[in-house]
């Protein structure tokens, strides 16, 4: 068996291997649910060194409980993960990433409370324009660090609660995160963060638009020196979204401007504001084109350089709306990358994949 198609196989095996994952495609009761979702991914990628590799992509799948306690009240738990693999690798073990593990209540009247690693109060609006395949995402703040968001809270955030809440045509998100010890904020970066609170509000103005405003914060100490920031320095965040749907659009959009929150390539801290959008147009024969556009500027000067420009031109055919597709995404970029020394102008690259929700 030759390297790549030990790489495909090791995809549909990562997920295939998972028993309660195939035992419970759905069950449901009069009181009881328990639902599996997940999708598997072959990803063929360039790279602006001028390689290429193929992996698994975004190949994930997750258990999802609901346990009705009377009328208005349900307890809820959710589960995700990620495997990665790469054709360098595929004699590896699959590399499993927990991406979601929460569990709270879910009351008719009083709205929804959970705790654990959740998808943040603020990723209720970000994610309107976070819809690409593989590129873009870069330009509204919430996957920062290391870690893409977790620690700091925005994109899947740890050790998070949450309040959600519907008030008619108005809903309330709100977070809390305690303090967290030794997070990498990047290679060699480490900091305490504490303080971690947001929120985020969203207003249906009709069937098919919607506006939205977030905001997070955390609090730096014991933080490693020389990388722009101080122990007692405040990381916020402010978004603003629209989305636009129907059955064959979506326009998204959202303005972001940050304080002491982006870590740029070279391993500074600055202050940032950017602008990303999102737009497909789906037809009746499968074919749906995609437009990704990210913008993102120091506002500061701390990061030395750093600019994130790029036009995402994507395709997509789906045998199968939204199940099943085959897609590809050029990056034109106008940005630059840190060569360990200094910025310099960003290459275009291109990437293509074959997708399977399940």
Same mark, same amino acid.
């Given at each position: 068996? &030759?390297?790549?198609?030990?790489? @495909?196989?090791?995809?549909?095996?990562?997920?295939?291997?998972?028993?309660?994952?195939?035992?419970?495609?759905?069950?449901?009761?009069?009181?009881? %649910? +328990?639902?599996?979702?997940?999708?598997?991914?072959?990803?063929?990628?360039?790279?602006?060194?001028?390689?290429?590799?193929?992996?698994?992509?975004?190949?994930?799948?997750?258990?999802?409980?609901?346990?009705?306690?009377?009328?208005? @009240?349900?307890?809820?738990?959710?589960?995700?993960?990620?495997?990665?693999?790469?054709?360098? &690798?595929?004699?590896?073990?699959?590399?499993?990433?927990?991406? +979601?593990? /929460?569990?709270?209540?879910?009351?008719?009247?009083?709205?929804?409370?959970?705790?654990?690693?959740?998808?943040?109060?603020?990723?209720?609006? #970000?994610?309107?324009? =976070?819809?690409?395949?593989?590129?873009?995402? *870069?330009?509204?703040?919430?996957?920062?660090?290391?870690?893409?968001? %977790?620690?700091?809270?925005?994109? *899947?955030?740890?050790?998070?609660?949450?309040?959600?809440?519907?008030?008619?045509?108005?809903?309330?998100?709100?977070?809390?995160?305690?303090?967290?010890?030794?997070?990498?904020?990047?290679?060699?970066?480490?900091?305490?963060?504490?303080?971690?609170?947001?929120?985020?509000? *969203? /207003?249906?103005?009709? %069937?098919?638009?919607?506006?939205?405003?977030?905001? /997070?914060?955390?609090? /730096?100490?014991?933080?490693?020196?020389?990388?722009?920031?101080?122990?007692?320095?405040?990381?916020?965040?402010? +978004?603003?979204?629209?989305?636009?749907?129907?059955?064959?659009?979506?326009?998204?959009?959202?303005? #972001?401007?940050?304080?002491?929150? %982006?870590?740029?390539?070279?391993?500074?801290?600055?202050?940032?504001?950017?602008?990303?959008?999102?737009?497909?147009?789906?037809?009746? &024969?499968?074919?749906?084109?995609?437009?990704? !556009?990210?913008?993102?500027?120091?506002?500061?000067? *701390?990061?030395?350089?750093?600019?994130?420009?790029?036009?995402?031109?994507? +395709?997509? !055919?789906?045998?199968?709306? =939204?199940?099943?597709?085959?897609?590809?995404?050029?990056?034109?970029?106008?940005?630059?990358?840190? &060569?360990?020394?200094?910025?310099?102008?960003?290459?275009?690259?291109?990437?293509?994949?074959?997708?399977?929700?399940?």
């Amino acid at each position: 068996m &030759n390297n790549i198609t030990k790489f @495909l196989v090791i995809g549909s095996l990562s997920v295939a291997s998972i028993p309660t994952a195939l035992a419970f495609n759905l069950y449901k009761d009069t009181d009881t %649910e +328990l639902s599996f979702s997940g999708r598997l991914q072959a990803r063929y990628n360039t790279y602006q060194d001028g390689s290429n590799m193929w992996d698994t992509g975004s190949t994930r799948w997750g258990l999802y409980a609901k346990q009705g306690i009377n009328d208005d @009240l349900d307890i809820i738990a959710g589960s995700e993960w990620t495997v990665t693999a790469n054709e360098d &690798n595929y004699d590896d073990d699959p590399h499993v990433h927990q991406r +979601l593990l /929460y569990a709270g209540l879910d009351h008719a009247r009083y709205g929804k409370l959970i705790f654990g690693q959740q998808l943040s109060v603020v990723w209720d609006v #970000a994610w309107w324009s =976070d819809m690409g395949m593989n590129y873009g995402s *870069r330009a509204f703040g919430i996957y920062n660090y290391a870690d893409f968001g %977790e620690a700091s809270g925005t994109g *899947r955030g740890e050790k998070a609660l949450t309040w959600r809440k519907d008030f008619g045509d108005w809903t309330l998100g709100l977070q809390y995160q305690g303090e967290r010890t030794d997070t990498k904020l990047a290679q060699g970066v480490k900091a305490n963060l504490g303080d971690g609170g947001g929120a985020s509000l *969203r /207003y249906s103005l009709s %069937e098919n638009i919607e506006i939205g405003t977030a905001y /997070y914060q955390n609090r /730096y100490d014991n933080v490693t020196p020389g990388h722009g920031i101080s122990a007692g320095d405040d990381a916020q965040l402010w +978004l603003a979204g629209f989305l636009y749907t129907d059955d064959n659009w979506h326009v998204g959009a959202t303005l #972001a401007h940050s304080n002491n929150w %982006e870590m740029s390539e070279s391993g500074q801290i600055f202050d940032a504001q950017g602008v990303q959008a999102y737009v497909y147009r789906h037809f009746d &024969n499968g074919i749906r084109p995609t437009f990704n !556009y990210n913008w993102l500027e120091d506002r500061d000067g *701390r990061s030395e350089g750093e600019k994130r420009h790029t036009y995402i031109y994507g +395709l997509e !055919y789906h045998f199968e709306r =939204d199940k099943f597709l085959v897609w590809a995404e050029y990056q034109n970029n106008h940005g630059t990358s840190w &060569n360990g020394t200094s910025y310099e102008d960003s290459d275009d690259e291109w990437t293509a994949g074959i997708r399977y929700y399940f």
